[in-house]
């Protein structure tokens, strides 16, 4: 047959055209994506950007985590491991939640190390929601815990928390969104964008309410070696909360690991069985040269991990006091690595702030809105970014404030 | 106290203004605390990591090992601090192993330094032998690399 101009055209019109857009599922087509991503692609086309939009650590992985990565690879050590993981790590893991916590986690079947923290909390998500199900989504908070939960199939009901309370999450709020409905409460504590932590007898007060009502709480605990007024308290060291919860952790916030991807959950055997169940066919395991950068962490790197904290402290006095300075009430945030200063005095949005300092003075912040409706009139600030450009940050933001 | 020494140990040019920032205390305070340090010698200077090679000037140094004779009644110390007294000397330690003190010595030239060890230490009464290792080249000083610093390559804006 020969090649005619016409019938390629008529076949291009023709209704069997391939428009691959409508083969997307239309639950997928719902979510919205990441605000972040905008900012992101403004900041590509600048040159000479302070980023205080950046949730990773600015150190680079501690070089003895590093060595051990090399090291497995130079042994060879390339294949699966165990779908639960290595069980050296994992027991190294329960060990550490036994020390640290109180907690016991059996290493062969309560513990599940996982592609990152990201992952485990999908898997997490997709193990106790069913169709319908109601998740309580304390908020402002990491952008990907609500689109999981629908992408579960199940229905997130974010529940604001303000600064008068210094961004926790009371029992009361929970208590009232509670529906026949509701199978879960995510928490997220050391907070991820606001810095707050919970003292234990807030915690304590939610622990109730998840009794009363027979819920499942799904903490992301990722920020937890990252305090700066005393130690963490880990949501499943509370009594009767060992069974009635899955912790998510992670090495890369703590030990400066994010492109490692290395994540992990903890909880009672049914739940980690459940999960575990999905990420066999989903992940197979997490990488192993990951793993054994984890095992080589958690056996050496405590000193590292405090090394860091220290830093991250000062920088933190530095970055809220020098946001205060200027008349942007920040309130202190005593965990992750995050300033939530509040612009509502200027009169423009997150957005509008965010997107005007970035065009005028050349630093990337994140709009608080990313993080829930209830951020509107707040801006994340990361510093973990060195002292220096986070003294030039300030300054420029406060030329910013004087331009208004 | 420590928190304050650790600031200054990475940075001792930083102003009192910014420490009192990061750790949360008055200005007033921190001076007082460094000065109170300073007089007790716990801080014992201020000094800056130069690289020299970069700056066009040249500098030998050798790392000297040393093997001691005690005599009767002075020790280590003694001869340690006669040693110190050589500005050309920019380190003395005790050391275990083989040799006794470990010296950093810093001269102009190679002959320079060579001599300065023959001349000087090799004829000390105590001392019975020395081994000069010549360095060529530095790459970490006082826990600073001195080659090309490795930067973490992140995103500008990540969640």
Same mark, same amino acid.
């Given at each position: 047959?020969?090649?005619?101009?016409?019938?390629?055209?008529?076949?291009?019109?023709?209704?069997?055209?391939? #428009?691959?857009?409508?083969?997307?599922?239309?639950?997928?087509?719902?979510?919205?994506?990441?605000?972040?991503?905008?900012?992101?692609?403004?900041?590509?086309?600048?040159?000479?950007?302070?980023?205080?939009?950046?949730?990773?650590?600015?150190?680079?992985?501690?070089?003895?985590?590093?060595?051990?990565?090399?090291?497995?690879?130079? &042994?060879?050590?390339?294949?699966?491991?165990?779908?639960?993981?290595?069980?050296?790590?994992?027991?190294?893991?329960?060990?550490?939640?036994?020390?640290?916590?109180?907690?016991?986690?059996?290493?062969?079947?309560?513990?599940?190390?996982?592609?990152?923290?990201?992952?485990?909390?999908?898997?997490?998500?997709?193990?106790?929601?069913?169709?319908?199900?109601?998740?309580?989504?304390?908020?402002?908070?990491?952008?990907?815990?609500?689109?999981?939960?629908?992408?579960?199939?199940?229905?997130?009901?974010?529940?604001?928390?303000?600064?008068?309370?210094?961004?926790?999450?009371?029992?009361?709020?929970? /208590? &009232?969104?509670?529906?026949?409905?509701? &199978?879960?409460?995510?928490?997220?504590?050391?907070?991820?964008?606001?810095?707050?932590?919970?003292?234990?007898?807030?915690?304590?007060?939610?622990?109730?309410?998840?009794?009363?009502?027979?819920?499942?709480?799904?903490?992301?605990?990722?920020? =937890?070696?990252?305090?700066?007024?005393?130690?963490?308290?880990?949501?499943?060291?509370?009594?009767?909360?060992?069974?009635?919860?899955?912790?998510?952790?992670?090495?890369?916030?703590?030990?400066?690991?994010?492109?490692?991807?290395?994540?992990?959950?903890?909880?009672?055997?049914?739940?980690?069985?459940?999960?575990?169940?999905?990420?066999?066919?989903?992940?197979?395991?997490?990488?192993?040269?990951?793993?054994? =950068?984890?095992?080589?962490?958690?056996?050496? =790197?405590?000193?590292?991990?405090?090394?860091?904290?220290?830093?991250?402290?000062?920088?933190?006095?530095?970055?809220?006091?020098?946001?205060?300075?200027?008349?942007?009430?920040?309130?202190?945030?005593? =965990?992750?690595?995050?300033?939530?200063?509040?612009?509502?005095?200027?009169?423009?949005?997150?957005?509008?702030?965010?997107?005007?300092?970035? &065009?005028?003075?050349?630093?990337?912040?994140?709009?608080?809105?990313?993080?829930?409706?209830?951020? /509107?009139?707040?801006? #994340?600030?990361?510093?973990?970014?060195?002292?220096?450009?986070?003294?030039?940050?300030?300054?420029?933001?406060?030329?910013?404030?004087?331009?208004? | 106290?420590?928190?304050?020494?650790?600031?200054?140990?990475?940075?001792?040019?930083?102003?009192?203004?910014? $420490?009192?920032?990061?750790?949360?205390?008055?200005?007033?305070?921190?001076?007082?605390?460094?000065?109170?340090?300073?007089?007790?010698?716990?801080?014992?200077? !201020?000094?800056?990591?130069?690289?020299?090679?970069?700056?066009?000037?040249?500098?030998?140094?050798?790392?000297?090992?040393?093997?001691?004779?005690?005599?009767?009644?002075?020790? !280590?110390?003694?001869?340690?601090?006669?040693?110190?007294?050589?500005?050309?000397?920019?380190?003395?330690?005790? $050391?275990?192993?083989?040799?006794?003190?470990?010296?950093?010595?810093?001269?102009?030239?190679?002959?320079?330094?060579?001599?300065?060890?023959?001349?000087?230490?090799?004829?000390?009464?105590?001392?019975?032998?020395?081994?000069?290792?010549?360095?060529?080249?530095? !790459?970490?000083?006082?826990?600073?690399?001195?080659?090309?610093?490795?930067?973490?390559?992140?995103?500008?804006?990540?969640?």
């Amino acid at each position: 047959m020969s090649y005619s101009r016409k019938s390629a055209q008529s076949a291009l019109l023709s209704p069997r055209e391939a #428009r691959p857009e409508k083969f997307v599922a239309e639950h997928v087509r719902q979510i919205p994506p990441s605000g972040i991503r905008k900012f992101f692609d403004l900041v590509l086309e600048m040159e000479g950007v302070i980023s205080l939009g950046v949730g990773e650590p600015d150190f680079v992985t501690p070089w003895h985590i590093r060595e051990a990565c090399i090291y497995s690879l130079e &042994k060879g050590t390339t294949s699966y491991t165990s779908n639960y993981g290595l069980l050296e790590l994992r027991e190294l893991i329960s060990k550490c939640y036994r020390k640290e916590q109180g907690v016991d986690y059996d290493p062969k079947s309560e513990v599940l190390v996982t592609t990152g923290v990201s992952e485990a909390a999908d898997l997490a998500f997709r193990a106790v929601i069913d169709p319908g199900d109601e998740v309580i989504v304390p908020e402002p908070c990491y952008v990907s815990y609500k689109p999981s939960v629908s992408l579960a199939g199940g229905t997130p009901i974010p529940v604001p928390t303000y600064q008068k309370n210094e961004f926790r999450v009371t029992a009361e709020q929970i /208590e &009232k969104n509670i529906t026949k409905k509701t &199978k879960a409460i995510v928490l997220s504590y050391p907070n991820n964008p606001t810095g707050a932590v919970m003292r234990k007898k807030d915690l304590e007060d939610i622990a109730d309410v998840v009794i009363e009502n027979d819920l499942v709480v799904i903490s992301d605990e990722v920020y =937890g070696k990252l305090t700066y007024d005393g130690a963490h308290t880990c949501f499943s060291s509370l009594t009767g909360m060992r069974e009635r919860s899955i912790i998510l952790n992670g090495f890369s916030k703590s030990h400066a690991m994010t492109g490692l991807r290395l994540g992990y959950a903890v909880g009672s055997e049914p739940l980690i069985a459940a999960m575990t169940k999905i990420h066999q066919y989903a992940m197979l395991c997490a990488p192993v040269t990951a793993q054994m =950068g984890g095992i080589e962490a958690l056996k050496n =790197g405590d000193s590292e991990v405090q090394k860091m904290t220290r830093e991250y402290d000062r920088r933190r006095r530095l970055v809220v006091s020098g946001l205060n300075k200027m008349g942007l009430d920040c309130f202190e945030p005593m =965990g992750a690595f995050y300033a939530f200063p509040s612009i509502k005095s200027t009169g423009l949005t997150s957005g509008e702030f965010a997107e005007r300092l970035l &065009k005028e003075h050349k630093v990337a912040v994140v709009p608080g809105d990313v993080f829930g409706e209830c951020g /509107e009139g707040y801006l #994340r600030c990361s510093y973990a970014t060195s002292r220096e450009q986070l003294v030039e940050a300030l300054s420029r933001i406060e030329a910013f404030l004087d331009s208004l | 106290m420590k928190e304050i020494l650790e600031i200054l140990e990475s940075n001792p040019r930083i102003a009192t203004k910014e $420490i009192a920032t990061m750790t949360g205390i008055t200005e007033a305070q921190v001076a007082s605390k460094i000065k109170e340090m300073e007089k007790k010698g716990i801080i014992r200077k !201020y000094k800056t990591v130069i690289d020299w090679e970069k700056a066009g000037e040249e500098y030998v140094y050798a790392i000297i090992e040393i093997k001691v004779a005690l005599r009767s009644r002075t020790g !280590y110390d003694a001869i340690a601090e006669r040693i110190a007294k050589f500005p050309e000397v920019r380190s003395v330690r005790l $050391i275990s192993g083989g040799h006794d003190l470990s010296l950093t010595v810093r001269g102009r030239s190679m002959k320079e330094v060579a001599f300065f060890v023959a001349e000087k230490i090799a004829t000390l009464e105590q001392v019975q032998g020395t081994v000069t290792h010549f360095v060529l080249r530095t !790459y970490k000083e006082d826990g600073d690399v001195l080659f090309e610093k490795e930067r973490s390559e992140r995103l500008a804006v990540s969640p």
